[in-house]
């Protein structure tokens, strides 16, 4: 069965940085693309970042080029996003979410889905 469980959400003013973390069971963790999907209030599910199986590829939202950074560690099992000069735009719930052979830019292509955590950036 496999599970994502985020953690690292919270409240943080505009221009701090947060760290998600998404640790991932039940699943050959380098054979799956990991990433980072949000859902803002009132909004559309977006794209946030993602990371090859290999750690080799990263790709990023434009709205958080620059200031998020996406890592992963296969030992422990886990992808992080590191996010930094955060926004209040950036207010969302973060779900972890992997697929074995999609691109997680289209959300279709997701295979799990973590429930999500929170982050609420304040002014």
């Known amino acids: 069965q496999v599970q994502l469980v985020e953690s690292g959400g919270g409240l943080v003013q505009a221009g701090g940085s947060l760290r998600l973390s998404c640790a991932a069971s039940?699943?050959?963790?380098?054979?799956?693309?990991m990433g980072w999907v949000r859902q803002a209030p009132g909004k559309e599910r977006e794209f946030v970042a993602s990371?090859?199986?290999?750690?080799?590829?990263?790709y990023y939202a434009d709205s958080v080029k620059g200031r998020f950074t996406i890592s992963r560690n296969n030992v422990n099992n886990a992808v992080y996003l590191e996010m930094n000069s955060l926004e209040t735009g950036d207010t969302a719930v973060y779900y972890c979410a992997s697929t074995l052979l999609g691109d997680l830019r289209f959300t279709r292509d997701v295979n799990n889905w973590g429930k999500g955590t929170l982050v609420t950036v304040s002014s």
């Open positions: 039940g699943l050959t963790f380098s054979l799956y693309t």
């Open positions: 990371i090859s199986g290999n750690g080799l590829s990263t």
